[in-house]
């Protein structure tokens, strides 16, 4: 296991995650240090919000108070990790001086697949049974109540009044106000 590059987890203050990833990253360097560690990241997923027909997308950090470090774990890469302003700790060790032990590669795979950000995620603040009003499109004008919503697309169903006929019309989650 000596000389084999693995990812660790590494407890850091919540709200600093960057901050002792730049921290880690220019103590690397500084301390000569490149052939421990590799890699250090912190794993973020973008979140698209929207409200009153307004698309927002926000990042949000997967892991809150946890960095990934990819490292060779030798007793110099643990003292400089270990010593970095505003890590409180690496996951998995028992303290008193025992080395931590590392992610499996399935749960690196995992972690580096969603951080890619090939999972953002729709954020509505509207529900099925809402009343809506479309505010764009063909039925731009026209109020219905939500028959479903497809977050992976953006996509919602919605029961509008058409010629006295409750009739399902497929508009996107931006094409919408909830009435």
Not at 8 to 19: C, I, R, T
Not at 89 to 118: H, M, N, R, T, Y
Not at 126 to 149: L, R, Y
Request: proline share 4%; glycine share 8%.
């Amino acid at each position: 296991m000596e000389n084999e590059k693995l990812w660790y987890v590494v407890n850091a203050y919540s709200g600093h995650e960057d901050k002792v990833k730049e921290n880690l990253e220019m103590r690397t360097e500084s301390m000569g240090m490149e052939n421990n560690i590799f890699r250090v990241i912190v794993p973020e997923q973008t979140e698209v919000e929207i409200k009153d027909g307004q698309k927002k997308e926000k990042v949000k950090k997967m892991f809150p108070g946890y960095v990934l470090v990819e490292m060779v774990m030798s007793d110099e890469a643990w003292y400089v990790v270990r010593n970095t302003p505003g890590v409180t700790g690496f996951i998995g060790s028992s303290g008193k001086g025992a080395k931590p032990i590392p992610l499996s590669p399935d749960e690196v795979a995992k972690i580096l697949q969603l951080d890619s950000g090939k999972n953002a995620t729709v954020d509505t603040d509207v529900e099925v049974g809402d009343s809506v009003t479309i505010i764009d499109g063909p039925f731009k004008g026209m109020f219905g109540k939500i028959e479903s919503i497809d977050k992976e697309n953006e996509k919602l169903v919605v029961l509008i009044d058409l010629f006295g006929q409750e009739t399902p019309v497929e508009v996107e989650i931006i094409q919408i106000n909830k009435a």
